[in-house]
């Protein structure tokens, strides 16, 4: 990893931690407050396999000074190679073609040769695998966590429509909250300092 953060440092180059989740019909479930003696009822459409795929970046750009976060929603769909590489054309645009080094896990889609071949070429400076089991050193599963446990918690859907509609609310709103992406990096046990 030190090396990797060392040749984005002297390619000026942004840190893309990236990873993906999936929200599902059936929300987590939280203790919440309620009136004394009206126990709070969760009406769920049972036996639903319906879900909401979402791939996401965090993005720390070569100055270290601001964290952004770049998101796309699959409805109904699994993340797939296509999916990836599609997003990462799509995140190369958002940051206006300024070279970037991707962090991620080891998963299948990660290691394909159509991606690989994507981020061997500029902008893309090259991409870092994290440890295998160790999703604690990955910032954005930090993001998963808050969105499942906080906003989306306590708040089943009945349709895949309205789920997909409420982790898009959720997510621009996280976007906007600089200082808890922040904490997201801050969590890691990477060593990363911002400014």
């Keep these: 990893m030190a090396a990797g953060k060392k040749n984005a440092a002297r390619l000026k180059a ?4 990236i990873d993906e989740s999936g929200f599902l019909m059936a929300p987590y479930v939280r203790r919440t407050w309620a009136p004394k003696g ?10 639903s396999h319906q879900k909401v795929s ?17 998101f796309r929603l699959h409805p109904d769909a699994n993340i797939d190679t296509e999916r990836v590489l599609l997003f990462l054309q799509q995140l190369s645009r958002q940051l206006k ?9 080891r998963w299948q889609p990660h290691r394909a040769k159509r991606v690989r071949e994507f981020l061997s070429c500029p902008p893309a400076v090259g991409f870092i695998f994290l440890p295998s089991y160790a999703p604690e050193l990955n910032p954005v ?3 998963w966590n808050h969105l499942k446990t906080n906003p ?15 982790a898009r609310r959720h997510a621009r709103s996280l976007q906007r909250k600089e200082k808890l992406l922040r904490s997201f990096l801050n969590h ?6 911002l400014r």
Excluded at 156 to 166: G, K, N
Aim: hydrophobic content about 45%.
């Design 188 to 193: 890691s046990p990477l060593p990363l300092r």
């Design 141 to 143: 599963e930090y993001a």
């Design 97 to 105: 073609g300024k070279p970037f080094l991707v962090i991620w896990d």
């Design 14 to 17: 942004a840190l893309v931690f």
């Design 54 to 70: 979402v791939i996401a970046a965090l993005c720390v750009p070569a100055e270290r000074n601001t964290v952004r976060c770049y």
């Design 152 to 166: 989306m918690a306590n708040d089943p859907h009945r349709e895949v429509e309205t789920l997909t509609d409420a």
């Design 38 to 47: 009206a126990t709070p009822f969760l009406y769920q459409r049972g036996r």
